[in-house]
T-cell receptor, first 118, second 113 residues
Framework: AQKVTQAQTEISVVEKEDVTLDCVYE???????LFWYKQPPSGELVFLIR??????QNEISGRYSWNFQKSTSSFNFTITASQVVDSAVYFC???????????????FGKGTKLSVIP | EAQVTQNPRYLITVTGKKLTVTCSQNMNHEYMSWYRQDPGLGLRQIYY???????DKGDVPEGYKVSRKEKRNFPLILESPSPNQTSLYFC????????????FGQGTRLTVV
């Protein structure tokens, strides 16, 4: 069975600090995708990034960066120079395999609530 | 504009009164699913549909029904709602299975009293 663990339930940082949100996953599949979603106070889910199981390159997008390490089954998310607008709940998610049984699964972690204090 | 539309956005109802939350997508996606979000539990899948007339249970299907008579629509039916179904519900659609990006609706906040 798949599992996604976001051990940090809540994090508070002061504006301009860097913050890393941890995500550890478990799967027996050799092919899968990993996602990060942001849920601001307004409630909608905002897609941030998707990485496939073959691509361990780290990615940077502005103040956001992601570190994918298959060896430790982790897909961590770092916000550099945090801003108040980054305050939200962040979810990590794991897909099923590209095809076959379980390919329709999308398993979410329980989320990490980030509060950025001015 | 590509989107998944849920209605209503907010609903307060009483125990036992049947209700339907509608979900519609305009992207011709095969795959649609319903999730519920509860504090401290993240999003959990209720039901999913691989195509018209093909549905299957997710992790928490008890107390819910779905139907997929048309590709674009995937309503969630609560035949006899109970207070433990008070939650935030999300509908999602994608081209196929998890390898494709899921588009989420805006969410429906349901309160059962």
């Amino acid at each position: 069975a798949q599992k996604v663990t976001q051990a940090q339930t809540e994090i508070s940082v002061v504006e301009k600090e860097d913050v890393t949100l941890d995500c550890v996953y478990e799967t027996r599949d050799t092919t899968y995708y990993l996602f990060w979603y942001k849920q601001p106070p307004s409630g909608e889910l905002v897609f941030l990034i998707r990485r496939n199981s073959f691509d361990e390159q780290n990615e940077i997008s502005g103040r956001y960066s992601w570190n994918f390490q298959k060896s430790t089954s982790s897909f961590n998310f770092t916000i550099t120079a945090s801003q108040v607008v980054d305050s939200a709940v962040y979810f990590c998610a794991l897909s099923g395999p590209f095809s076959g049984a379980g390919s329709y699964q999308l398993t979410f972690g329980k989320g990490t609530k980030l509060s950025v204090i001015p | 504009e590509a989107q998944v539309t849920q209605n209503p956005r907010y609903l307060i109802t009483v125990t036992g009164k049947k209700l339907t939350v509608t979900c519609s997508q305009n992207m011709n996606h095969e795959y649609m699913s319903w999730y519920r979000q509860d504090p401290g539990l993240g999003l959990r899948q209720i039901y999913y549909s691989m195509n018209v007339e093909v549905t299957d249970k997710g992790d928490v299907p008890e107390g819910y029904k779905v139907s997929r008579k048309e590709k674009r629509n995937f309503p969630l039916i609560l035949e006899s709602p109970s207070p433990n179904q008070t939650s935030l519900y999300f509908c999602a659609s994608s081209l196929s299975a998890g390898r494709y990006l899921a588009f989420f609706g805006q969410g429906t906040r349901l309160t059962v009293v």
